[in-house]
Antibody, heavy 121, light 112 residues
Framework: EVQLVESGGGLVQPGGSLRLSCAASGFTFSSYDINWIRQAPGKRLEWISYISSSSETIYYADSVKGRFTISRDNAKNSLSLQMSSLRVEDTAVYYC??????????????WGQGTLVTVSS | DFVLTQSADSLAVSLGERVTINCKSSQNILYSSDNKNYLAWYQQKPGQPPKLLFYWASTRESGVPDRFSGSGSGTDFTLTISSLQAEDVAVYYCQQCYGSPTFGQGTRVEIK
């Protein structure tokens, strides 16, 4: 069974940093591109970052570019999102999601349960 | 930016009735080189992550009941539930990936 399990969320002050992790199992992690997608309270889903299977290609949404860094360790079947200079508007549930396509971010066939990040003073 | 606008924020429909959710893209998302519409539909139930229902606008994901169908092309797309069941109560999102991925605002489907 495909599983994605996020961790690392919590309460952080504006301007602070946080590192999210996503542990994958049940599939050949190194063969799949992965994304981070977030959902702020009462807001629509927002794609924020993509990393290809080999880490060769990385994309970010403009809203997080320069502040967030995506990475993966295929040997450990894990994905990370390093978040810095956090803002109140970054408050959301953060999901990692497996991509259906290869080489670009397209559709997401498996999602984790999400981890909540709250940015507040 | 590709902005997706769903026709309703919420719908209340009787059990067994037909549900139609429309999604309009601000730009064409039919890619001429492969003749595919870069649009997906997701279902999200409370406390759960989204579940992929359709991609390429009308390709049903494995395990999705056939009372669900996806259609449309270019800028206008539709998700249809032919006969609403209690377990279909959820929020439904469209999503495009022709450009940087974006989602519609969601349509909440409830039982009338």
């Amino acid at each position: 069974e495909v599983q994605l399990v996020e961790s690392g969320g919590g309460l952080v002050q504006p301007g602070g940093s946080l590192r999210l992790s996503c542990a994958a199992s049940g599939f050949t992690f190194s063969s799949y591109d992965i994304n981070w997608i977030r959902q702020a309270p009462g807001k629509r889903l927002e794609w924020i970052s993509y990393i290809s299977s080999s880490s060769e290609t990385i994309y970010y949404a403009d809203s997080v570019k320069g502040r967030f860094t995506i990475s993966r360790d295929n040997a450990k079947n894990s994905l990370s999102l390093q978040m810095s200079s956090l803002r109140v508007e970054d408050t959301a549930v953060y999901y990692c999601a497996r991509d259906v396509c290869s080489g670009r971010s397209c559709y997401y066939d498996h999602w984790g349960q999400g981890t909540l990040v709250t940015v507040s003073s | 930016d590709f902005v997706l606008t769903q026709s309703a924020d919420s719908l209340a429909v009787s059990l067994g009735e037909r549900v139609t959710i429309n999604c309009k893209s601000s730009q064409n998302i039919l890619y001429s080189s492969d003749n595919k519409n870069y649009l997906a539909w997701y279902q999200q139930k409370p406390g759960q992550p989204p579940k992929l229902l359709f991609y390429w606008a009308s390709t049903r994901e494995s395990g999705v009941p056939d009372r669900f169908s996806g259609s449309g092309s270019g800028t206008d797309f539709t998700l249809t539930i032919s006969s609403l069941q209690a377990e279909d109560v959820a929020v439904y999102y469209c999503q495009q990936c022709y450009g940087s991925p974006t989602f519609g605002q969601g349509t909440r489907v409830e039982i009338k």
